[in-house]
């Protein structure tokens, strides 16, 4: 690899003379890190007409930096850095002066979150990898993947490749969610009424701005999504938590002046509870009455395989109170980010409206491949065998935990890709997750999904989207050991 000529800039308050001035600078960024070994410099010739100076001066220059084996020459290759080259300090280097802002009064508005889920970048690297929504690649389609985004790339794509939608979509993915994938769910939609989304949680933002302000009332589960509550604590609304049960959010339990629910019903999220019918019924007349509308994120419809998926709210709307939320990172990937907003006109109008102003419209590119996967049968195939591999792993991990006298607390009815589990009392899983890290085994502590100052700690979810069946009995002797031992 060359390192740009474009990156040498001589420090105008540096002293001493061109040459010395060029050794600093080129020394510099290889005890920055910036420069690395086996990286050639720009030639002399180029440097010198870059920085303005004679070519004999950054000859002498890069002749010094050889002879302390910062630089090796290599003949009419030119110069490159010295795999003897002195190693960056091990502690991160002050780049710039912190100045004399104070960023604490500065910001005006604070958006880390407190406690949310550890997702460590080097999943993939654990044996026991009982971590939520990650792809396992031997499941995934990756032939036909390719095949329809080279599909996409081609001539007679183009114009979806390439166009600026501004605040629209591509009108073959909305076609195709409107006849084929919302129809499973019982959905009918216009696509005036569809909205593309960067996934599921965008599409929860999108809705929380339009449907909320300060004045106005949400209620949400708990425990819950980490990011939905992050996102309604943003946008600064009224929001009340109520506790979910083994059927899922109670309606009875709903505050007066609720305006907004948020709901998981398929696959509550994190206990993965299902609920029934009658309830949903309920909650359904109960904003009929009390005139509040429901988001209900259905992430996980598709991973129904115990029995065939209960209907969605949505599809029993009646009165137009639904706002559904449908994602295909789930069952793609979750780097694909693309998901979909199911709503009424006038507020689909709006989102559509706000989306335009933030990002305008997900990539081209990304929807037309989509498009091709859904529309030519692939997408199934792919929900069809991941069904099939998760079936099979959930009764291994089911009759694991039975095996070790772990208490399910929470596994769905119709399926998902994990279970919800409660530690005996006075076990705080965050430090159960450290202890079993260094076992190569890698669990989600249940406390991030729990509202308060002072959360459960002794729950935990174990998922088995991206574990072979075969690791899944060692990996929970392994919980269970570290249970007993804590």
């Not at 540096?14 to 600093?24: D, F, K």
């Not at 216009?190 to 004045?215: H, Y």
């Not at 997900?362 to 529309?375: E, M, N």
Request: aromatic share 10%; with cysteine.
């Amino acid at each position: 690899m060359s390192i740009s000529v474009e990156t040498f800039f001589l420090d105008p308050s540096a002293e001493g003379t061109l040459q010395a001035r060029i050794q600093q600078m080129v020394a510099q960024g290889i005890l920055a890190g910036r420069f690395r070994p086996g990286e050639r410099l720009p030639s002399s010739r180029k440097m010198a007409a870059h920085l303005g100076v004679s070519r004999i001066t950054v000859t002498l220059a890069y002749t010094e930096l050889v002879a302390d084996d910062y630089l090796t020459s290599r003949g009419r290759s030119g110069y490159f850095v010295s795999d003897n080259a002195p190693e960056p300090p091990a502690f991160p280097a002050q780049r710039f002066n912190a100045g004399t802002v104070d960023w604490h009064r500065t910001i005006g508005q604070r958006f880390t979150p407190g406690l949310s889920l550890d997702k460590p970048a080097d999943w993939a690297d654990y044996r026991y990898q009982f971590i939520y929504g990650q792809t396992d690649r031997t499941l995934f389609d990756s032939t036909n993947w390719r095949l329809c985004a080279l599909r996409a790339l081609g001539m007679r794509d183009f114009s979806a490749l390439t166009s600026d939608y501004f605040d629209g979509d591509d009108p073959q993915l909305v076609d195709f969610i409107a006849r084929q994938t919302l129809p499973r769910r019982g959905i009918l939609a216009n696509p005036d009424e569809i909205l593309i989304t960067m996934g599921a949680q965008n599409a929860l933002w999108l809705s929380a701005q339009v449907l909320l302000n300060s004045r106005r009332r949400a209620a949400i589960e708990d425990p819950c999504y980490p990011a939905l509550r992050t996102i309604l604590t943003q946008s600064r609304c009224q929001l009340s938590v109520v506790p979910v049960d083994e059927d899922g959010l109670p309606p009875a339990d709903l505050p007066e002046h609720t305006d907004v629910v948020f709901t998981t019903p398929s696959h509550q999220c994190p206990t993965a509870a299902t609920m029934p019918l009658a309830r949903r019924q309920a909650l359904l007349d109960k904003a009929e009455a009390e005139d509040f509308v429901i988001v209900e994120d259905d992430y996980e419809f598709e991973m129904s395989f115990l029995k065939a998926p209960s209907p969605s709210l949505k599809s029993l709307d009646k009165n137009g109170r639904v706002i559904y939320v449908g994602s295909f990172s789930k069952s793609l990937f979750p780097g694909l980010r693309l998901g979909y907003l199911v709503g009424p006109a006038p507020f689909i109008r709006e989102a559509r409206a706000l989306r335009a102003t933030v990002l305008r419209h997900p990539p081209g590119h990304i929807q037309r491949t989509v498009s091709y996967y859904l529309s030519l049968g692939h997408y199934d195939a792919l929900v069809r065998r991941m069904s099939k591999t998760y079936h099979e792993r959930r009764q291994v991990m089911v009759n694991a935990l039975d095996a070790h006298g772990l208490t399910i607390a929470g596994q769905g009815t119709y399926g998902g890709s994990s279970v919800w589990l409660k530690a005996p009392s006075g076990i705080n899983t965050t430090e159960l997750a450290e202890t079993l890290r260094g076992k190569s085994v890698l669990v989600e502590p249940g406390a991030p999904f729990f509202a308060g100052e002072t959360p459960p700690e002794d729950y935990l979810r174990l998922a088995y989207s991206s574990i072979p069946s075969a690791r899944i009995p060692e990996g929970i002797r392994l919980i269970a050991e570290a249970i007993r031992d804590s």
